[in-house]
């Protein structure tokens, strides 16, 4: 079990952007929630490592072996604990962002994203669970999270998947305005879809 202050950086980590913690997520577009710990429909990985992005994609490379995809031409940094490709157009804390990322992992991921879920997000301004989901992806233990907040007065959704490989916790997260979700959840998609550890 981690720490309250190993917590509190994981939190950091994963809504750092500009120097300061940021939060991530949306106010839902879609009204149904899938139920605590069901299984949700998720891409279907590929079984070995992509043998290239599709079309309108690039393929890049995280942290631990990670092999995912993201979408051309978009800015890629380096986070914490990986990297994150902003859009070009409207990108950063505000914008529409993805994120691929591998940290030490925690044996039960969904034990885990409850309790962080209640102690960093449940106090945000807006959040609402979407769904948070048990899967198996790339046959390991998985969590399928979708939330929505307001950053500064302004809906956001995010959708992120997790899951434990060798002992790394990974995963590959899609944040949009509330009003640009619709464009930005066939990104994730297709990270999902394109994503391996090598």
């Known amino acids: 079990m ?11 980590v994963g809504y750092l952007v500009a120097g300061g913690l940021i939060g991530v997520a949306l106010l839902a577009s879609h009204g149904t929630a899938a139920v605590a710990g069901i299984p949700a429909a998720v891409p279907a990985p590929s079984s070995t490592a992509p043998t290239g992005p599709p ?19 978009w ?6 604990n990986g990297f994150q490709a902003d859009d070009p157009r409207n990108g950063g804390a505000s914008g529409r962002f993805v994120r691929y990322q591998g940290v030490a992992g925690e044996a039960d ?4 994203l409850t309790a962080y879920e209640k102690q960093s997000w449940s106090t945000q ?4 669970r979407v769904q948070m989901s ?8 998985a969590v399928l ?27 590959v997260y899609a944040s949009a305005p509330a009003a640009d979700w619709a464009q930005t959840s066939p990104l994730f998609d297709a990270m999902v879809a394109n994503s391996a550890v090598r």
């Open 55 to 73: 079309k309108g994609f690039q393929q890049v490379s995280g942290p631990s072996g990670l092999v995912t995809v993201i979408p051309d031409g």
């Open 75 to 80: 800015k890629i940094s380096s986070i914490r």
């Open 125 to 128: 301004p807006g959040y609402q």
């Open 145 to 171: 999270w979708e939330f929505t907040y307001a950053l500064n007065g302004a809906p956001r959704h995010v959708k992120i998947l997790y899951w434990n490989a060798g002992g790394t916790q990974y995963d």
């Open 134 to 141: 048990q899967q198996k992806y790339l046959n390991n233990p």
């Open 2 to 12: 981690r720490t309250p202050l190993q917590l509190a950086l994981v939190a950091a």
């Open 109 to 112: 991921l969904y034990t885990w």
